[in-house]
Antibody, heavy 121, light 109 residues
Framework: QVQLQESGPGLVKPSGTLSLTCAVS?????????WSWVRQPPGKGLEWIGE???????NYNPSLKSRVTISVDNSKNQFSLKLNSVTAADTAVYYC??????????????WGQGTLVTVSS | EIVLTQSPGTLSLSPGERATLSCRAS???????LAWYQQKPGQAPRLLIY???SRATGIPDRFSGSGSGTDFSLTISRLEPEDFAVYYC??????????FGPGTKVDIK
């Protein structure tokens, strides 16, 4: 079955760029799915960041759109997140997930285990 | 933008009791795109229900979802110790493509 694993620096300086990668195993990223990033500040709820299709099409949360770039590397079966101009408010656990769509529904499944990124000097 | 509201914020119940969680959308939505997730401390969310009422693979039948239009619910028929967690509803839509509710915490009374 498909599994996802996030990786990247756990500490980013204010005004810097947060960079994370999600490795997909047990299936091809080039299958007919969108691949998403979701974040969760400590003790708070879930916020969708954006998504990418294997051909490179993207959709972003309007609240983050000006600072976010999601890209895909089909040869490595992985996709990536970059969030620039970070502040302490971007401190969160970052999850990657597959948007699994049937003919009648779309939901996030499975999810990676998540990685905590702290923005601090 | 469609906003999801969940109630109550916290539900305090005992094992064996029935839990009913509510998710309300700010405007009518397709039930096809309403999902529920369970999240335990330190873990990633887990898909429970998709299409408002279909259980995901491996989800026990004590979990059920229902609703249409603006009002949806997740019911846990008899709470097991492992069911005490936070539950989120989620809508797949237009912009933003995915929206989550604020969550309902089910804790032990």
């Amino acid at each position: 079955q498909v599994q996802l694993q996030e990786s990247g620096p756990g500490l980013v300086k204010p005004s810097g760029t947060l960079s994370l990668t999600c490795a997909v195993s047990g299936g091809s990223i080039s299958s007919s799915n969108w691949w998403s990033w979701v974040r969760q500040p400590p003790g708070k709820g879930l916020e969708w960041i954006g998504e990418i299709y294997h051909r490179g099409s993207t959709n972003y949360n309007p609240s983050l759109k000006s600072r976010v770039t999601i890209s895909v590397d089909n040869s490595k079966n992985q996709f990536s997140l970059k969030l620039n101009s970070v502040t302490a408010a971007d401190t969160a656990v970052y999850y990657c997930a597959r948007l699994y769509c049937t003919s009648t529904s779309c939901s996030l499944d499975p999810w990676g285990q998540g990685t905590l990124v702290t923005v601090s000097s | 933008e469609i906003v999801l509201t969940q109630s109550p914020g916290t539900l305090s119940l005992s094992p064996g009791e029935r839990a009913t969680l509510s998710c309300r959308a700010s405007q009518s939505v397709s039930s096809s795109y309403l999902a529920w997730y369970q999240q335990k401390p330190g873990q990633a969310p887990r898909l429970l229900i998709y299409g408002a009422s279909s259980r995901a693979t491996g989800i026990p039948d004590r979990f059920s979802g229902s609703g249409s239009g603006t009002d949806f619910s997740l019911t846990i028929s008899r709470l097991e110790p492992e069911d005490f967690a936070v539950y989120y509803c989620q809508l797949y839509g237009n912009s933003p493509r995915l929206t989550f509710g604020p969550g309902t915490k089910v804790d032990i009374k």
